[in-house]
Each structure stands twice: as C-alpha cells, then as structure tokens.
T-cell receptor
C-alpha cells in the first residue's frame, strides 16, 4: 500500500521557468508534508515542509501548496536553475509516529 | 541541524557475508532511523533505533537480517547479514531535525553491491 505517490518519474524544464512537482497521499492522518532533494551519491537534503493545517508555505524560490480535500500537494520552483537538477522526494509524517513515508521520487532536469 | 558521518560510503561484498554500516552524529539525538533505497525505488524505513532499547523494525524487516546497535545518543550501526544480491541498495541513516518542521537530516548513504 503506497501511501505517498509521485506519479511523474521525471520532469524536464528550461532554466528560468517554473518546475511543478506533484504528490498525492492516501493517509488522512499525516500531520506534515516535506520535500527533499537528492543528488547522486549524497543523502536527501530537506527543502521545505508544510503543516496539514496550512495550504501554502514559501521559502525563497520554493513554494509548497497543500490541498487537503484532494489529498494533493505540489512543489513549485521558480525560477528553475541548473543546480536544481536532482531527484525530488515528497514525504509525509504522522507526528506521533515520527517516521517519514516517502514517495517514489521525481527526477528533475533543468536545461540551460 | 545535526551533521551525520556515515561510513563506508560504498562497498562490494560477497554473498553470504555481512557488512556493518556506522553513523556518527555531531550532537545527541534520541531517535535514529535506518532507510534502504533499492535501485530505482524510493526510501523505505528499515527500523527506528532508540538509545537504551531494542530497535523497532518495520514490516518486512527482521532483526536477524538487519541487527542494529545504539550504544549511545550519538552513534548507531546497522548490519546487513548473510547478504544476497537482493540486498544491493543504498542504506541511509537519519536523525530528527528538531523543531516542528520535521526536516530530518540524512547521512550521505552507503552504496552496497553484493556479488
């Protein structure tokens, strides 16, 4: 049972344009949602999170939107830069359990 | 946020042998997590390790195959025992980031190839 899903395995975008990554979940008990970026041969790096009681959180070029009724969240990166080329993981957590559940990842390629 | 030193970064092992992966954290943390990322797959939690108690394993993972030690609040090891090629994966440790954003920190990972 995959509780967190990223249906797009890859995304290609031109430098300077917007990257939109999508994530769907099934467990209504999730309290927080997080996005991680992963380069090859490195561990995932935390990017941004959003509480289940909010619908938007912004940090610089990164904005996460949460639609609880649709059980859907998205990460917007604008403007996209070549250094953003990486695999992005959506994750969710039930606070009481303290463990992250990850989606399958989306590989982003930003073309110069 | 915490800084994690994980080693080895990679290894190639013969089937039937065991490998122990170490994670050292630069600060005291209550909970440490061990994940596996199989080729082309997402990260899957193996177990949660608390100091002073036995690790809690997720469904599909057992202590005999993945014994974990947590001797103090800054260190943990994961052993992959009696390895087979199906154990070829990236193994990662993680600790809580503190605060309310749950921005957990990950080690750089151990890329294991079993031949």
């Amino acid at each position: 049972d995959q509780q967190v899903k990223q249906n797009s395995p890859s995304l290609s975008v031109q430098e300077g344009r917007i990257s939109i990554l999508n994530c769907d979940y099934t467990n209504s008990m999730f309290d927080y949602f997080l996005w991680y970026k992963k380069y090859p041969a490195e561990g995932p790096t935390f990017l941004i999170s959003i509480s289940s009681i909010k619908d938007k959180n912004e940090d610089g070029r990164f904005t996460v939107f949460l639609n609880k009724s649709a059980k859907h969240l998205s990460l917007h990166i604008v403007p996209s830069q070549p250094g953003d080329s990486a695999v992005y993981f959506c994750a969710a957590i039930v606070a009481a359990g303290n463990k992250l559940t990850f989606g399958g990842g989306t590989r982003v390629l930003v073309k110069p | 946020s915490a800084v994690i030193s994980q080693k080895p970064s990679r290894d190639i092992c013969q089937r039937g042998t065991s490998l122990t992966i170490q994670c050292q954290v630069d600060s005291q943390v209550t909970m440490m997590f061990w994940y596996r990322q199989q080729p082309g797959q997402s990260l899957t939690l193996i177990a949660t390790a608390n100091q002073g108690s036995e690790a809690t394993y997720e469904s599909g993972f057992v202590i005999d195959k993945f014994p974990i030690s947590r001797p103090n609040l800054t260190f943990s090891t994961l052993t992959v025992s009696n390895m087979s090629p199906e154990d070829s994966s990236i193994y990662l440790c993680s600790v809580g980031g503190g605060g309310l954003n749950y921005g957990y920190t990950f080690g750089s990972g151990t890329r294991l190839t079993v031949v």
